[in-house]
């Protein structure tokens, strides 16, 4: 059973930044693909970012491309999400996530249904 936990989030002014992380248990996460969703109130889950195993590859949709970067650490079994210059609109539950057998290219895992576990999520707030 592999085991998520997202950590970091919290209350930010617009125009500050976050940076949120997610510990992953399981004994081969280097070969994990990555990412990073967030539910608003009243919207969808969406995606926000994935990462290959190697970290070599990533997307980002793209409302967060050039403030948000998505890294990890395989020697830690962490995934980062560095969120700059934010907003109000990117309030939301930021959920990590992972597919312990990836066999597709990175842009496959915009997809929610692309990944075979998930954390609990973690809030992050951006007030006005």
């Known amino acids: 059973q592999v085991q998520l936990v997202e950590s970091g989030g919290g209350l930010v002014q617009a125009g500050g930044s976050l940076s949120v992380s997610c510990v992953v248990s399981?004994?081969?996460?280097?070969?994990?693909?990555m990412g990073w969703f967030r539910q608003a109130p009243g919207k969808e889950r969406e995606f926000v970012a994935a990462?290959?195993?190697?970290?070599?590859?990533?997307e980002y949709t793209d409302s967060v491309k050039g403030r948000f970067t998505i890294s990890r650490d395989n020697a830690k079994n962490t995934v980062y999400l560095q969120m700059n210059s934010l907003k109000p609109e990117d309030t939301a539950v930021y959920y990590c996530t992972a597919q312990t057998s990836p066999a597709r290219a990175t842009s496959y895992y915009r997809q929610s249904r692309s990944y075979n576990y998930w954390g609990q999520g973690i809030q992050v707030t951006v007030s006005s």
């Open positions: 990462i290959s195993s190697s970290g070599g590859s990533t």
């Open positions: 399981g004994r081969t996460f280097s070969s994990y693909a």
